[in-house]
T-cell receptor
Framework: DTAVSQTPKYLVTQMGNDKSIKCEQNLGHDTMYWYKQDSKKFLKIMFS???????INETVPNRFSPKSPDKAHLNLHINSLELGDSAVYFCASSQQGGSGVIYEQYFGPGTRLTVT | DQQVKQNSPSLSVQEGRISILNCDYT??????FLWYKKYPAEGPTFLISISSIKDKNEDGRFTVFLNKSAKHLSLHIVPSQPGDSAVYFCAASSRGSGNTPLVFGKGTRLSVIA
């Protein structure tokens, strides 16, 4: 009974292609995130959506376009893939409390993207 | 510019002994701290958290200590078990500032030897 799921788990593609990664959470959370873990192993926030609205966009190239069709889904579309996009991408979700406080985040298993 | 630092990339501990993982931060606006555990090919799993109004939080074998003046926190695991072998990430946020993202350290790989 997976709480946060991502598809695909592995994605190998060539430079210049366009690809999408899907994320779904069944925890009833209202906030979802995309993180990137690069070769140096840092986990960095890319985007955050609250109730389908973009609330955080951490200077990610506009080749990356998140889309949240509903509170339970946050997909990531990447155009014109580059070698430097190779990384593990993690989706996460959390519940926002009163006064904008955000509680613990729950992560998906990750999608390992390899651009050749 | 690393705002959250885990200076030990790895740590080996014998089963039954205490594991101490350390984390330092530079941003004085951080007021909420979390530890995540990550197994290979899985996403990080929330372990324990602490608010800046406390200096200690305990959950079973796991205790987190916060020293605000030193901008330092540590995770103690007692007794350590082989299943605790994983990468541990320290994370911080400014909950008082609303929707600020979690800032993660680079992680410490813990190996518990039977």
């Amino acid at each position: 009974d997976t709480a946060v799921s991502q598809t695909p788990k592995y994605l190998v593609t060539q430079m210049g292609n366009d690809k999408s990664i899907k994320c779904e959470q069944n925890l009833g959370h209202d906030t979802m995130y995309w993180y990137k873990q690069d070769s140096k192993k840092f986990l960095k926030i890319m985007f955050s959506y609250n109730n389908k609205e973009l609330i955080i966009n951490e200077t990610v190239p506009n080749r990356f376009s998140p889309k949240s069709p509903d509170k339970a889904h946050l997909n990531l579309h990447i155009n014109s893939l580059e070698l430097g996009d190779s990384a593990v991408y993690f989706c996460a979700s959390s519940q926002q409390g009163g006064s904008g406080v955000i509680y613990e985040q729950y992560f998906g298993p990750g999608t390992r993207l390899t651009v050749t | 510019d690393q705002q959250v630092k885990q200076n030990s990339p790895s740590l080996s501990v014998q089963e039954g002994r205490i594991s101490i993982l350390n984390c330092d931060y530079t941003n004085s606006m951080f007021d909420y701290f979390l530890w995540y555990k990550k197994y290979p090919a899985e996403g990080p799993t929330f372990l324990i958290s602490i608010s800046s109004i406390k200096d200690k939080n305990e959950d079973g074998r796991f205790t987190v200590f916060l020293n605000k003046s030193a901008k330092h926190l540590s995770l103690h695991i007692v007794p350590s078990q082989p299943g605790d072998s994983a990468v541990y990430f320290c994370a911080a946020s400014s909950r008082g500032s609303g929707n600020t993202p979690l800032v993660f350290g680079k992680g410490t790989r813990l190996s518990v030897i039977a």
